[in-house]
Each structure stands twice: as C-alpha cells, then as structure tokens.
C-alpha cells in the first residue's frame, strides 16, 4: 500500500502505455489520473473504452498534451479530442466495444490473437487476416497489453484482493491482468480477511501497487431531470 497517488504513478517514463480503466465517468482512476497530469509525463498511448470528458478524468491528459496515440471504442463527449484529430495532432484507433475487451482480456490470459465476426467487410477489417469457420466470416485479432494499468475499485485489503462495486465492474477487472504493472486506486483499504472470498473479483496476484484515493467527485457524466 503507498501514501498517495503520486508515488503510485512516480516511476511511469514518458511514452508508456497505459490503460485506463472506466466506462464513461464510472469507475475511472481519477486520483491516479490528477497525479499523472501534474507529474507531467509526456508522449503517452493509452487504452481505455473512451476519453471522458473535457476537464475531467482523461479529457485533462489531452489538455495538459500527454497524450501521443489513443485506442478505444467511443469518442463522443470530449471535444476536445474531436478537434485534435481532425487537425492530425492525436492519433486515434476506434476498435469495436467488445472487440476492445476482449483483446484486453486475451493480453491477460496470454492468448496472442482470435477471431471475431465484429467487424468483418468493414473498414475495421483492412489490412487483417481473415477467415471462414461453418460458413461465417472472421477477422483476428491481436491481443492489447500495457505498461501500467491504472484501475479504480471500491475496496481493496492490504495484499491487493478487489472488489468492484455495481458498474465500475466494467474494464476494471481485465485490465488489472493485461500490464506489467497493474496500479489500483480504491475508496477504502481493509485487513486480510475482511473482504468476503465470493465477492473479490481481482486477486492480489494482479496488483502491483494499491492506494486510497484522496477525493472523489462521483460526476454524473449526463443529468437528466425530470420536468416538474
């Protein structure tokens, strides 16, 4: 267990790869995320489902220039990012949502390529192997690992077991196994033997380093409210 956010990610170089856990504004690293940006580290390639937002989470790694090449599935709210690509300063990789998780999960799993039907007789297709199986079209695929996987769970006991709560079980859990060093940030820490064995989706084998995040904002990403 370290003291702060800081010293959990001190030692991730410029040009790192990354992922980055979340769906959305759930379940997003965003205390180990604050203490990157204003560590400075450049050139960076992230992974991770999408960019946020601007001003939050991963959308202050795109203002503070951190980021040299991004692969994920959706793009939508950030606008920033949609003007970085369109002027060809940020290179981006849309992958299929769950073509995505799964060439996450076969990094952990060290399952090197497979083949999906997403995608096929698409743009997503160009350049790829494929190939027939009972008469349906396949694409392989490769599998996705990083550097660092930074992730958020709820709580965490001192040899790293994880649990998730509700949704932020999303890229989570995979992406703890797919990095050399995995990173979690977590709401609380308890002792060995606290956490129920039924309810750890993340064994500590995967966690190189876990932290108690500093604050936590809980953003709604869109509100809605009903008129009265």
């Not at 992958?95 to 998780?101: E, K, M, R, S, V």
């Not at 008469?135 to 695929?141: A, T």
């Not at 050399?180 to 820490?189: G, H, K, M």
């Amino acid at each position: 267990m370290l003291a702060s956010s800081a010293e959990a990610v001190a030692d991730i170089a410029d040009g790192s790869t990354l992922m980055l856990g979340g769906f959305g504004l759930c379940g997003i690293p965003e205390n180990l995320i604050a203490a990157l940006v204003s560590r400075g580290t450049k050139g960076l390639h992230t992974i991770s489902n999408n960019m946020g937002v601007d001003g939050f989470g991963m959308g202050l790694m795109l203002e503070a220039a951190m980021i040299a090449s991004h692969i994920g599935s959706y793009v939508g709210e950030n606008k920033l990012l949609e003007k970085l690509v369109i002027a060809g300063k940020l290179q981006v990789t849309l992958i299929p949502q769950g073509t995505l998780a799964e060439r996450i999960r076969a990094g952990g799993a060290g399952i090197p390529a497979f083949y999906t039907p997403a995608g096929f007789g698409t743009i997503v297709a160009e350049g790829k192997e494929s190939r027939e199986f009972d008469g349906k079209h396949y694409i392989l695929e490769r599998w996705l690992k990083a550097d660092f996987s930074l992730i958020k769970a709820w709580k965490a006991d001192r040899h790293g077991n994880l649990v998730y709560r509700k949704t932020a079980r999303n890229f989570n859990p995979m992406m703890a196994t797919a990095a050399r060093i995995t990173i979690a940030e977590v709401e609380e820490i308890v002792e060995p033997g606290e956490l129920p064995p039924d309810s750890i989706m993340t064994p500590g084998i995967y966690v190189k380093r876990i932290v108690k995040g500093e604050k936590y904002e809980h953003r709604i990403e869109r509100r809605t409210l009903r008129s009265a």
